[in-house]
């Protein structure tokens, strides 16, 4: 991890750098170029996405321009317009959230270039964009439906905590809605009673979740809409006494969202019960194909979903391989 935080701050530092290719000027008969613009790489998800992304363009004779916002949709939209006075090719976006992309989608499609939108989809408007991302209700919804009937095996009565993320992510929407549904279907013994607001941040789901421990230490059913927040989750628990392994007394129900490393060496070490998993091979490989296939003229669906799947300590070892984050960092 250190050595992607080290890629991450060298990016950063490089808002419109090129790379690969070498070939001719954007826009012209050659190869040809396309900008890449991350709203972030604070998360292990976001690095290796822009690593495998760029791995994806490079590989199929592209040169690449990239460019890290910083959190700062601002930034981005100005990176984006860079792109654009460029005359790149295309552009693929990783936005910060549903509404400032909008503007970026609008400047791309004024200037004729093809964008294709990583992970995070665009608010309904009449901006063309192709948008590939997990199915996040499905996936978070059969994840906690998997816990729930753990906790219906178990037995008794249940007390449950869900970790939301920042709401202007139409993610974090459909990742908390796959959770509602679930505890209403399969959750007749589970009582909801803390819902830690996070926005995406470590510092505020410690304290949300330190909190909530505190004022009702019978929760045991905890549900995180990303795995990136597993660090403050687990240290909250272990403060309060109730970090403790599957099937040992005091084991409080973990689930999470995302598939990254931490996940699978909780998973692996015997801590957590289940995680809903992105398909991140299959979201970078086919951003990168439906950008190409938007530059040579062919016709793309606006929307192109990574159904991703469910990993639990009853199938780890049949569906580790498939989990991005057991190949990056999982040993």
């Not at 901006?127 to 178990?154: C, F, G, K, P």
């Not at 403060?239 to 598939?259: N, Q, R, T």
Request: hydrophobic share 45%; aromatic share 6%; charged share 25%.
């Amino acid at each position: 991890m250190r050595s992607r935080a080290g890629i991450a701050l060298a990016l950063a530092a490089l808002p419109l750098a090129s790379c690969g290719g070498g070939g001719d000027a954007p826009g012209g008969p050659g190869p040809k170029t396309v900008g890449v613009a991350f709203e972030t790489l604070q998360t292990e998800y976001w690095v290796v996405s822009f690593e495998s992304i760029k791995g994806e363009l490079e590989g199929r004779g592209f040169t690449v321009l990239e460019a890290i916002a910083d959190g700062d949709a601002n930034r981005q939209f100005e990176q984006v317009q860079g792109f654009i006075a460029r005359g790149v090719d295309g552009i693929i976006v990783a936005p910060k959230d549903a509404k400032t992309v909008i503007p970026m989608i609008r400047a791309a499609n004024r200037a004729g270039i093809p964008m294709v939108l990583y992970n995070r989809p665009p608010a309904d408007s009449s901006a063309e964009a192709v948008t590939i991302v997990a199915d996040n209700y499905a996936i978070a919804r059969e994840t906690v439906s998997h816990m729930a009937r753990l906790a219906a095996e178990a037995g008794g009565a249940h007390k449950a905590m869900i970790l939301i993320g920042d709401l202007a992510d139409q993610n974090a929407v459909d990742r908390r809605r796959g959770f509602d549904d679930a505890i209403e279907e399969h959750g007749g013994g589970i009582e909801v009673v803390a819902e830690i607001p996070t926005e995406w941040n470590q510092e505020k789901a410690l304290a949300g979740v330190t909190n909530a421990l505190q004022a009702d230490p019978g929760i045991d059913f905890i549900f995180t809409s990303s795995d990136f927040l597993f660090p403050s989750l687990v240290s909250a628990l272990r403060s309060a006494g109730k970090y403790e392994k599957v099937g040992e007394p005091g084991h409080v129900i973990l689930g999470g969202f995302d598939g990254d490393a931490t996940a699978y060496r909780m998973l692996r070490d015997g801590y957590l019960d289940a995680d809903g998993v992105q398909d991140l091979g299959f979201e970078s490989e086919q951003t990168v194909r439906a950008l190409a296939d938007l530059i040579a003229g062919e016709e793309v669906p606006p929307v192109i979903e990574d159904e991703g799947f469910v990993i639990h300590q009853g199938n780890l070892d049949e569906m580790a391989p498939r989990m991005w984050g057991a190949g990056v960092g999982g040993d």
